[in-house]
T-cell receptor, first 115, second 115 residues
Framework: DTEVTQTPKHLVMGMTNKKSLKCEQH?????MYWYKQKAKKPPELMFV???????INESVPSRFSPECPNSSLLNLHLHALQPEDSALYLC??????????????FGPGTRLTVL | AQSVTQPDIHITVSEGASLELRCNYS??????LFWYVQSPGQGLQLLLK??????LVQGIKGFEAEFKRSQSSFNLRKPSVHWSDAAEYFC?????????????FGAGTRLFVKA
């Protein structure tokens, strides 16, 4: 099974709402990632978790709060977002090998619209 | 600095024609190189990767890529394009010099296939 699942597929929220994005993988991967992708742009790394600990935070605003409850799950909690945060949010996972670089498997993404 | 350049923003080819997508990288050592494909509104799917060994790499869906160290290139090829190949293609580089977990993506090349 090389699948990464993400829910919901689409999300529309107001600027005062609190919502969460969920990501799940059952490949035994110990590294999990959140990316943000704007239209016609490449994915931008937001966060990396390695063995359920936050390893990389690419200076992401605090209105985005990641959480890794266990080795299979990754959440992204959203609060007080801005319209410019509207984007496709992609989750990925990989083996946590020495050096960290390995093939990343991506989920289908959550299309987020902030009104 | 580590970087990836995809010189072509978009390419149009006829169905059945051959395809070559260009990718040039800047990396201070032997890089880990990837090609991903993304259909509209979807996540990224790995086509192929190069870590070491044979410089001609075979991937899924009939794609191949050749690592040329002297030219700092990793071009993607397919001998006969199908209409279903229309998508966005991203070249990416990773490795210890990018911080391990960080994969640097090129800007992408949009492939259009005409009948």
């Amino acid at each position: 099974d090389t699948e990464v699942t993400q829910t919901p597929k689409h999300l529309v929220m107001g600027m005062t709402n609190k919502k969460s994005l969920k990501c799940e993988q059952h490949m035994g991967h110990r590294a999990m990632y959140w990316y943000k992708q704007k239209a016609k742009k490449p994915p931008e790394l937001m966060f990396v978790y390695s063995y359920e600990k936050l390893s990389i935070n690419e200076s992401v605003p605090s209105r985005f709060s990641p959480e890794c409850p266990n080795s299979s799950l990754l959440n992204l909690h959203l609060h007080a977002l801005q319209p410019e945060d509207s984007a496709l949010y992609l989750c990925a996972s990989s083996q946590d090998i020495a050096g960290g670089t390995d093939t990343q498997y991506f989920g289908p993404g959550t299309r987020l619209t902030v009104l | 600095a580590q970087s990836v350049t995809q010189p072509d923003i978009h390419i149009t080819v006829s169905e059945g024609a051959s395809l070559e997508l260009r990718c040039n990288y800047s990396y201070g050592a032997t890089p880990y190189l990837f090609w991903y494909v993304q259909s509209p509104g979807q996540g990224l799917q790995l086509l192929l990767k190069y870590f070491s060994g044979d410089t001609l790499v075979q991937g899924i869906k009939g794609f191949e890529a050749e690592f040329k160290r002297s030219q700092s290139s990793f071009n993607l090829r397919k001998p006969s394009v199908h209409w279903s190949d229309a998508a966005e293609y991203f070249c990416a580089v990773g490795g210890p010099l990018t911080g391990g977990f960080k994969t640097i993506f090129g800007a992408g090349t949009r492939l259009f296939v005409k009948a």
